[in-house]
């Protein structure tokens, strides 16, 4: 059943409170599922969804704010021993910033504390550069979450991206289900890419980095699904980076390889009912890749496109999977996220998800507005992803006009 909430712009629909609860309300939901965007860790939608008896499927408010303010993240995460990026708490002028780079050292990132998808970040390299770095951030920082606040951290060289699964109950019970390496991405933080397991992680340190997900989870309280993420430096040393709240564009690999349904998990917590699996349960088979398929332009800086969709063929075939809402005749809109399509693939062993994978985007058809498409192919093919050599800049670093 669809139900209208509003006009194109997000800000006058999927992102009016009143008007995604009103639809809940005329319907008799029960429940309202976030997804991954949008309201899905705003602490105020979670807030007026308890006050109108209606089930939040995510965590309590007060753990959205904790870990929805990335610099009292950090905090939270210290206390509990888990490993944090040396940096600062929240910078209140430029001078404590400029004290704060004294200590740190160059290079640094400036991050936004209400920050995520790559907003309000910027790394620097110098010092003069700081200041202007840090209005700049600022400025980004208030225009995409309407709070300027920022906090400063060393910024590594060349760190894969990892991030570690959780599922927590409200009897106590708290799980991880491995990890994704999200290191593709491009030089604004978007994911391009993930895959699951880290093949190139030592075995002690993907135990550690479990273990501390859900000690990270147990100290907040944690309740649903959620992901923490962390940067794995290239001797193993690994820190926490951030908590999201929600479930994650990406959640598909793990299921792959784990065989379990996070969103049905995900339903099983909020009505109150104990996890289905302990962490003995667990069991990780094989290896899975997820490629985004957006609506960007890559010969442009991925500038966004819109237009209408004239084909759109999937893939198919043992392991493949995908997960999509256009077909031939859409019209991809200017006012959301570009995501159109993920392609997944599961195979034993990273080798043959590479090959499954190239099969399955050699066998897609999406036509009609640029897509990441054959840049998706151009990565697969990369020598020094094959290799399984990646990092934050793989793309800026291994995928140039020449490669």
Known sequence: QAVCVGPPQSKESY???????????????????????????????????????????????????????????RDRMRAAKVPII????????????????????????????????GKGMRVVEKA?????????????????????????????????????????????????????????QTARHQKMLEESPC????????????????????????????????LVAPGGEFYFMEMNTRIQVEHPVTEMVSGVDLVKEQLRVASGEPLSLRQKDIALTGHAIECRLTAEDPSRNFAPASGRITRFDWPGGMGVRVDSHVRAGYFVPPYYDSLLAKILVHAPTRDEAIARMQ?????????????????????????????????????????????
């Open 15 to 73: 992102l009016s409170i009143a008007n995604i609860v009103s639809a809940a309300a005329i319907t008799g939901a029960e429940a309202i599922h976030p997804g991954y965007g949008f309201l899905a860790e705003n602490s105020s939608f979670a807030e007026v969804c308890a006050q109108v008896k209606i089930k939040f499927i995510g965590p309590s408010p007060a753990v959205i704010d904790a870990m929805g303010n990335k610099a009292s993240a």
């Open 86 to 117: 040396p940096g600062t708490s929240a910078i209140r002028d430029e001078r404590e910033a400029q004290e704060a780079a004294k200590e740190i050292g160059f290079p640094l990132i400036i991050k936004a504390s209400a920050g995520g998808g």
């Open 128 to 184: 003069d550069e700081l200041l202007s770095q840090l209005a700049s951030a600022r400025a980004e920082a208030e225009a995409a979450f309407g709070d300027g606040e920022v906090y400063i951290e060393k910024y590594l060289s060349e760190p894969r991206h990892i991030e570690v699964q959780i599922l927590a109950d409200e009897h106590g019970e708290v799980v991880h289900l491995g990890e994704r390496d999200c290191s593709v």
């Open 199 to 230: 093949a190139f992680l030592p075995e002690k340190t993907r135990k550690a980095l479990g273990e501390a997900a859900v000690r990270g989870a147990r100290a907040v309280g944690y309740q649903n699904a959620g992901t923490i993420e962390f």
């Open 359 to 403: 099969r399955a985007l050699g066998e897609t058809r999406l036509e009609g507005v640029a897509t990441t498409l054959p840049f998706h192919q151009k990565i697969l093919a990369n020598e020094y992803f094959q290799r399984g050599e990646l990092s934050t800049d793989f793309l800026a670093r291994r995928m140039t006009d020449e490669d």
